[in-house]
C-alpha cells in the first residue's frame, strides 16, 4: 500500500522537442546572422587586408626628426585604401611582383618591396646590377629590368627611376662624385627599358640621390652595402609635373 501511495517522478531531462525546437531555433540564428554579415560586405574587410599586405611587405614610415630616413616614395602614416579600381590594381601588381620574387632566389636575396597608396617601390641591391663605382649593366641586372617592362607594358603606371649610394665619395674623371654616379646608374636602367622594352619615354624619369637619402646610418660597411640600391617606383600617372 506504501509503494501505491509513492509520488510518481517526472523523467530527468528535457522533453524531445524542446531539444529539437533549440536546434532549429539555433540553426535559424546562425542563418540570420550569416544574412547579416553579406549585407554588410564593404570596404572594412578589403582595407584590413591591404593593412595586413603593407605590414607583411615591410611598409614603412617617414621619421621627421631623426639623423637618417627610411626612404618611401612619399610622406604618409598607416592608411586603409579604399575599394576602388585603382587600388583593386595596385593589390594585383603587388602581389605579381611579391610572386615575381618569391620565384627566384637572386631576387629574394637583392630585391625588396615597399607599397604605399600611391604605387609600389622595388628596391635593388646595387651590387645586382652594377660594379663598384661603375654605371655599366651587369648581366644580372636584365633579369630584374626585364621584370620591370613586363609590369610596365602590363599596368598602367610609371615609374621613377631612382640611384642611391653611400657616403663614400666616388672620385674619378667619369664621375667626379656620388651625384654623378647615382644619376649615371638611374639612367643607365632608364635606358634600357626604353631601347629594349620599347617603353614611352614619357612614363620614366631617371633620378640621382648620391648618398643623401640613407636607409641605415653609414656606420659600417654592412650598412653602407644596404644603402647602395637602385630604386624602381611605380606610381599611378600624373597629369602634372613629377
Same mark, same amino acid.
Request: include cysteine.
Given at each position: ?14 522533453? $524531445? ?10 540553426? =535559424? ?6 544574412? =547579416?554579415?553579406? /549585407? ?8 584590413? !587586408? ?11 614610415? !617617414? ?6 630616413? /627610411? ?10 585604401? @579604399? ?8 593589390? $594585383? ?20 618591396? /615597399? ?12 651590387? !645586382?646590377?652594377?660594379?663598384? $663605382? ?5 648581366? $644580372? ?14 599596368? &598602367? ?28 646608374? @638611374?639612367?643607365?636602367? =632608364? ?12 612614363? =620614366? ?12 646610418? &653609414? ?7 644596404? &644603402? ?15
Amino acid at each position: 500500500m506504501a509503494r501505491q501511495q509513492e509520488e510518481v517522478k517526472c523523467p530527468e531531462g528535457l522533453p $524531445g522537442w524542446l531539444a529539437t525546437f533549440a536546434d532549429l531555433m539555433s540553426l =535559424l540564428l546562425t542563418f540570420f546572422v550569416l544574412l =547579416l554579415s553579406f /549585407a554588410n560586405m564593404d570596404i572594412q574587410k578589403f582595407q584590413d !587586408m591591404m593593412g595586413s599586405i603593407k605590414e607583411a611587405f615591410g611598409v614603412q614610415v !617617414m621619421r621627421k626628426q631623426a639623423d637618417y630616413i /627610411a626612404f618611401s616614395p612619399s610622406q604618409y602614416e598607416r592608411k586603409n585604401v @579604399a575599394l576602388d579600381k585603382d587600388s583593386r590594381l595596385l593589390l $594585383g601588381m603587388i602581389l605579381k611582383i611579391k610572386a615575381m620574387i618569391d620565384q627566384d632566389q637572386e631576387l629574394k636575396k637583392n630585391v625588396d618591396i /615597399a607599397p604605399d597608396d600611391e604605387g609600389v617601390l622595388i628596391r635593388v641591391d646595387s651590387g !645586382m646590377m652594377f660594379d663598384p $663605382g661603375s654605371a655599366e649593366l651587369k648581366p $644580372g641586372a636584365k633579369k630584374i629590368l626585364d621584370h620591370v617592362i613586363k609590369l610596365l607594358k602590363e599596368h &598602367n603606371f610609371d615609374v621613377i627611376v631612382r640611384g642611391h649610394t653611400d657616403d663614400v665619395p666616388v672620385r674619378s674623371a667619369k664621375y667626379p662624385s656620388n651625384w654623378e654616379l647615382s644619376a649615371a646608374r @638611374a639612367a643607365a636602367a =632608364l635606358r634600357y627599358i626604353v631601347e629594349k622594352g620599347g617603353i614611352n619615354p614619357s612614363r =620614366l624619369k631617371a633620378v640621382g640621390y648620391a648618398g643623401t637619402r640613407p636607409l641605415v646610418p &653609414n656606420t659600417s660597411e654592412a650598412n653602407r652595402a644596404i &644603402n647602395r640600391r637602385v630604386e624602381f617606383y611605380f606610381h599611378r600617372p600624373r597629369v602634372e609635373g613629377w
